[in-house]
């Protein structure tokens, strides 16, 4: 059972405009929630986070939007860079259990085109 | 600063040959260390986690296992490799909220 669902593996933006990835989860205990930037052959790169008691958070050129009622959450890039071609991972934690879990979407391929 | 290290990058072997991946922390102490896989076309599933030396919690049934023998070092093993194991495997530590990935681990089993 997937809690974290990444629905679109992929996406193509013209540079300048806004980049859009979705994420869709279905564990109502999930607290907290982190996009990660992955280039090939590296790990992953923690790129924004926001809590649950937030609808809300941006960090320059990156928003993200938290809809609980929903269990959605977006990315948001304005505007888009041919940089930001990578692919982007959801992720989801509880704070339950001995360590806090992170539970990971499938990923959304991201290409920004010059 | 806080760093994580591990190694190799890329890694060939052939079934049924042992294999022995490491992940070690530096600049922080009692982390939770987790290790990851990324397999083709696939998300991150997490394969083992740790909250302190000789403490493993596992949460696939595989043909890996995992070590934690120092309060920063943890290790991927196996005695076996199957097909099946190839994948980019990737080690992480986190205190409170925040992860922080290695570089990974490609693994090609032959």
């Known amino acids: 059972d997937q809690q974290v669902k990444q629905n679109s593996p992929s996406l193509s933006v013209q540079e300048g405009r806004i980049s859009i990835l979705n994420c869709d989860y279905t564990?109502?205990?999930?607290?907290?929630f982190l996009w990660y930037k992955k280039y090939p052959a590296e790990g992953p790169t923690f790129l924004i986070s926001i809590s649950s008691i937030k609808d809300k958070n941006e960090d320059g050129r990156f928003t993200v939007f938290l809809n609980k009622s929903a269990k959605h959450l977006s990315l948001h890039i304005v505007p888009s860079q041919p940089g930001d071609s990578a692919v982007y991972f959801c992720a989801a934690t509880t704070n339950s259990g001995s360590a806090r879990q992170l539970t990971f979407g499938s990923g959304t391929q991201l290409t920004v085109l010059p | 600063s806080q760093t994580i290290h591990q190694w190799p990058a890329t890694l060939v072997q052939p079934v049924g040959s042992p294999l022995s991946l490491e992940c070690t922390v530096e600049?922080?102490?009692?982390?939770?260390l987790y290790w990851y896989r990324q397999a083709a076309g696939r998300g991150l599933q997490l394969l083992f986690y740790?909250?302190?030396?000789?403490?493993i919690s596992s949460e696939v049934p595989q043909n890996l296992s995992a070590s934690r023998p120092q309060d920063r070092q943890f290790i991927l093993s196996s005695k076996k490799l199957l097909l099946s194991d190839s994948g980019f495997y990737l080690c992480a530590w986190s205190k409170q909220l925040g992860y922080t990935f290695g570089s990974g681990t490609r693994l090609t089993v032959v």
């Open positions: 564990n109502s205990m999930f607290d907290y």
């Open positions: 740790s909250v302190g030396i000789g403490q």
């Open positions: 600049g922080t102490s009692n982390p939770n």
